[in-house]
């Protein structure tokens, strides 16, 4: 087996949570030292798993990196665990500045040299003291690391940083045990297991990511229902949005970037869906009238059940017919409007409407209502929805028709 080639979980889930923690970070200051110390661990082990060993510039960003790494992870766990841990945080990132200068230092004074590494062929390089203050730094860091969140863990009041500061401490865990094999081998020539010391550092890759989406775990659960109202409410969300765009707040976007990137927090989002469509009913009411609720009805008797109670796939008949019918450039009515409410649910308050439109949502997509129409033309049955003033006018063909009397228009019989 290939060793190289088990980092590459730990690698793939730090990069795919440190993109989807971004945004996050940036608005949230708790979240930052942690975020950073996943992104210094992800070039970390980026660039150990492309750049190669014998490359010396690579090595170094790694090393750097990772002391970025070990630095930000004991400014989150002080930042965590102390109610003020300012004084704590720059005086460790004044350690850290020093410590990386140190390293650096150590690493120009050694000279040119084309290979960089702790356990080459004849002699590490550049130096054994450059790699022992190294390993040093690490191991105390994740020591210290381990050491607090055993502490503190327990005790935290939330359960999300609980969850966090015990995945956090695994983490450290295994990154202490890859250091001391190094510090091992440094110092007794043991003999190289490379693939126990890249599974070690996948493990840390690993439950450091997963220490970096906790939060995000934690408002999956607890935003579940308005998840599943969001997804559920799509397709007739967006219909009803490019019909009528104006009563929309954002426009529509992909329906896996709603749940992924989602314009407003996702209960938001939720009850604005909800509002939305309800507004654009209103607007799409206007191009139909009481002859197209009783061809839905007819039309529903004779297909079917469309997947949803009665009221609920009549109305969805309703609003399809409302937006063909403003799609193929109907008047819409301006008078008082006839007819019963539709749109109103069984259920009164925002979770009785949510629940009604989720069934209004299933009829829509249901092939009862797709084939629904409110008027067939006479020529081609392509689908119509004549209206006038709130009623539904019936067309006819072109020889059954009579003309009308001079100064006398012609009555709609279907509304007689």
Same mark, same amino acid.
């Given at each position: 087996?290939?060793?190289?080639?088990?980092?590459?979980?730990?690698?793939?889930?730090?990069?795919?949570?440190?993109?989807?923690?971004?945004?996050? =970070?940036?608005?949230?200051?708790?979240?930052?030292?942690?975020?950073?110390?996943?992104?210094?661990?992800?070039?970390?082990?980026?660039?150990?798993?492309?750049?190669?060993?014998?490359?010396?510039?690579?090595?170094?960003?790694?090393?750097?990196?990772?002391?970025?790494?070990?630095?930000? !992870?004991?400014?989150?766990?002080?930042?965590? @665990?102390?109610?003020?841990?300012?004084?704590?945080?720059?005086?460790?990132?004044?350690?850290? =500045?020093?410590?990386?200068? @140190?390293?650096?230092?150590?690493?120009?004074?050694?000279?040119?040299?084309?290979?960089?590494?702790?356990?080459?062929?004849?002699?590490? $390089?550049?130096?054994?003291?450059?790699?022992?203050?190294?390993? $040093?730094?690490?191991?105390? =860091?994740?020591?210290?690391?381990?050491?607090?969140?055993?502490?503190?863990?327990?005790?935290?009041?939330?359960?999300?940083?609980?969850?966090?500061?015990? %995945?956090?401490?695994?983490?450290? =865990?295994?990154?202490?045990?890859?250091?001391?094999?190094?510090?091992?081998?440094?110092?007794?020539?043991?003999?190289?297991?490379?693939?126990?010391?890249?599974?070690?550092?996948?493990?840390?890759?690993?439950?450091?990511?997963?220490?970096?989406?906790?939060?995000?775990?934690?408002?999956?659960?607890?935003?579940?229902?308005?998840?599943? @109202?969001?997804?559920?409410?799509?397709?007739?969300?967006?219909?009803?949005?490019?019909? !009528?765009? $104006? !009563?929309? %707040?954002?426009?529509?976007?992909?329906? %896996?970037?709603?749940?992924?990137?989602?314009?407003?927090?996702?209960?938001?989002?939720?009850?604005?869906?909800?509002?939305?469509?309800?507004?654009?009913?209103?607007?799409?009411?206007?191009?139909?009238?009481?002859?197209?609720?009783?061809?839905?009805?007819?039309?529903?008797?004779?297909?079917?059940?469309?997947?949803?109670? #009665?009221?609920?796939?009549?109305?969805?008949?309703?609003?399809?017919?409302?937006?063909?019918?403003?799609?193929?450039?109907?008047?819409?009515?301006?008078?008082? %409007?006839?007819?019963?409410?539709?749109?109103?649910?069984?259920?009164?308050?925002?979770?009785?409407?949510?629940?009604?439109?989720?069934? !209004?949502?299933?009829?829509?997509?249901?092939?009862?209502?797709?084939?629904?129409?409110?008027?067939?033309?006479?020529?081609?049955?392509?689908?119509?929805?004549?209206?006038?003033?709130? @009623?539904?006018?019936?067309?006819?063909?072109?020889?059954?028709?009579?003309?009308?009397? #001079?100064?006398?228009?012609?009555?709609?019989?279907?509304?007689?």
């Amino acid at each position: 087996m290939n060793a190289s080639l088990l980092q590459t979980p730990g690698v793939l889930a730090l990069v795919a949570a440190v993109v989807l923690r971004l945004p996050s =970070a940036v608005r949230s200051r708790s979240q930052r030292g942690l975020w950073l110390a996943a992104a210094a661990t992800a070039a970390v082990l980026v660039l150990d798993r492309w750049a190669g060993a014998d490359a010396h510039p690579a090595l170094l960003a790694q090393e750097l990196s990772g002391l970025v790494s070990a630095a930000a !992870v004991l400014h989150f766990v002080l930042y965590s @665990t102390l109610r003020d841990s300012r004084r704590a945080t720059a005086w460790l990132w004044a350690g850290a =500045a020093m410590m990386a200068a @140190t390293v650096l230092l150590l690493d120009l004074e050694s000279g040119p040299h084309a290979r960089a590494g702790a356990h080459p062929p004849e002699a590490p $390089e550049p130096s054994a003291v450059y790699w022992l203050l190294v390993i $040093e730094i690490h191991l105390l =860091a994740d020591v210290v690391c381990v050491a607090a969140c055993h502490q503190y863990g327990p005790a935290a009041r939330c359960p999300s940083l609980r969850l966090t500061l015990r %995945l956090l401490g695994w983490g450290s =865990a295994c990154a202490a045990l890859y250091w001391l094999a190094q510090l091992a081998r440094l110092l007794l020539d043991v003999p190289r297991v490379v693939p126990c010391q890249r599974l070690l550092m996948d493990a840390h890759g690993l439950l450091l990511a997963a220490a970096l989406l906790v939060p995000v775990a934690a408002a999956l659960r607890r935003g579940a229902p308005d998840i599943a @109202t969001v997804w559920r409410l799509g397709r007739l969300w967006r219909d009803v949005a490019e019909a !009528v765009p $104006e !009563v929309v %707040l954002h426009k529509p976007q992909p329906r %896996l970037l709603d749940l992924l990137w989602p314009a407003l927090p996702w209960r938001l989002l939720a009850y604005r869906r909800v509002i939305e469509i309800h507004d654009a009913f209103l607007v799409l009411r206007r191009y139909t009238g009481p002859a197209v609720a009783r061809r839905a009805r007819e039309h529903l008797k004779t297909r079917g059940p469309a997947g949803a109670g #009665p009221r609920a796939a009549l109305l969805a008949c309703v609003i399809r017919a409302g937006i063909e019918a403003k799609a193929a450039g109907r008047p819409a009515a301006t008078g008082p %409007l006839r007819g019963p409410d539709l749109l109103g649910a069984p259920v009164a308050g925002l979770t009785g409407e949510t629940a009604f439109l989720r069934e !209004v949502a299933r009829a829509y997509r249901s092939a009862p209502v797709r084939a629904f129409r409110a008027e067939p033309d006479a020529a081609s049955g392509a689908p119509v929805a004549a209206r006038d003033r709130g @009623t539904v006018r019936r067309t006819r063909p072109a020889a059954d028709r009579r003309p009308a009397s #001079p100064g006398r228009p012609e009555q709609d019989r279907s509304v007689r």
